[in-house]
């Protein structure tokens, strides 16, 4: 099977290129989902969590707010460091399991935005970049995040630029312009994927 990363900086359009993948029956493994199924009660990064950071983060119904664990990380360079290490090797396992599962498929795709950080482009035998210019990456996380530009800037900070992931990438498609245009970047990369 074919094992696609699919990558790209917070707010560059991910979820839009895994949906068209979708649409053409491919698989999707997406890190985001299987982080948050494994941080939920009785669930191995639960506990973990909440050991390393203790219960403030806790909504009254007893689950993890990622919003507010998102909020600290973000602002504490050590702390995000602690809470990528705890989950990044769970949830490339998980990743990693289920892609065994699925091995009967011609392709998978798993989205994992921390893909170079976290060293999982290892397991890849290519690897997407969704690239957006500035402008439209915390335009588009400030909309998404409901959040100000300060914090839009804080979080596209915290992890690689954009520029760095699209240089490490086999393919990079630009979704700064029209849906149109995107696609067709799409159709031209799976063209090329199908024929390796």
Same mark, same amino acid.
């Given at each position: 099977?074919? !094992? &696609?990363?699919?990558?790209?900086?917070?707010?560059?359009?991910?979820?839009?290129?895994?949906?068209?993948?979708?649409?053409?029956?491919?698989? #999707?493994?997406?890190?985001? #989902?299987?982080?948050?199924?494994?941080?939920?009660?009785?669930?191995?990064?639960?506990?973990? !969590?909440?050991?390393?950071?203790?219960?403030?983060?806790?909504?009254?119904?007893?689950? #993890?707010?990622?919003?507010?664990?998102?909020?600290?990380?973000?602002?504490?360079?050590?702390?995000?460091?602690?809470?990528?290490?705890?989950?990044?090797?769970?949830?490339?396992?998980?990743?990693?399991?289920?892609?065994?599962?699925?091995?009967?498929?011609?392709?998978?795709?798993?989205?994992?935005?921390?893909?170079?950080?976290?060293?999982?482009?290892?397991?890849?035998?290519?690897? &997407?970049?969704?690239?957006?210019?500035?402008?439209?990456?915390?335009?588009?996380?400030?909309?998404?995040?409901?959040?100000?530009?300060?914090?839009?800037?804080?979080?596209?900070?915290?992890?690689?630029?954009?520029?760095?992931?699209?240089?490490?990438?086999?393919?990079?498609?630009?979704?700064?312009?029209?849906?149109?245009?995107?696609?067709?970047?799409?159709?031209?990369?799976?063209?090329?994927?199908?024929?390796?």
């Amino acid at each position: 099977m074919l !094992i &696609i990363g699919l990558t790209g900086g917070i707010g560059s359009g991910k979820s839009t290129i895994a949906e068209l993948f979708i649409k053409k029956g491919i698989r #999707i493994i997406d890190a985001d #989902i299987v982080y948050k199924e494994l941080s939920k009660p009785g669930q191995i990064l639960y506990n973990e !969590i909440i050991k390393a950071f203790g219960s403030d983060f806790l909504t009254p119904g007893a689950t #993890i707010d990622f919003r507010k664990l998102a909020d600290m990380v973000f602002h504490d360079d050590e702390k995000r460091k602690k809470l990528n290490a705890i989950t990044h090797p769970v949830v490339r396992d998980e990743i990693l399991k289920e892609a065994e599962a699925i091995k009967n498929q011609q392709m998978a795709v798993i989205v994992v935005p921390l893909l170079f950080e976290s060293g999982f482009n290892a397991f890849c035998n290519s690897v &997407i970049c969704v690239y957006v210019d500035l402008r439209t990456q915390v335009s588009r996380v400030m909309s998404r995040d409901r959040i100000n530009r300060d914090l839009a800037l804080l979080k596209i900070a915290a992890q690689w630029p954009m520029k760095l992931k699209a240089s490490k990438a086999d393919y990079v498609i630009d979704n700064s312009n029209t849906m149109s245009e995107t696609i067709r970047q799409f159709e031209d990369i799976l063209h090329d994927l199908r024929r390796a």
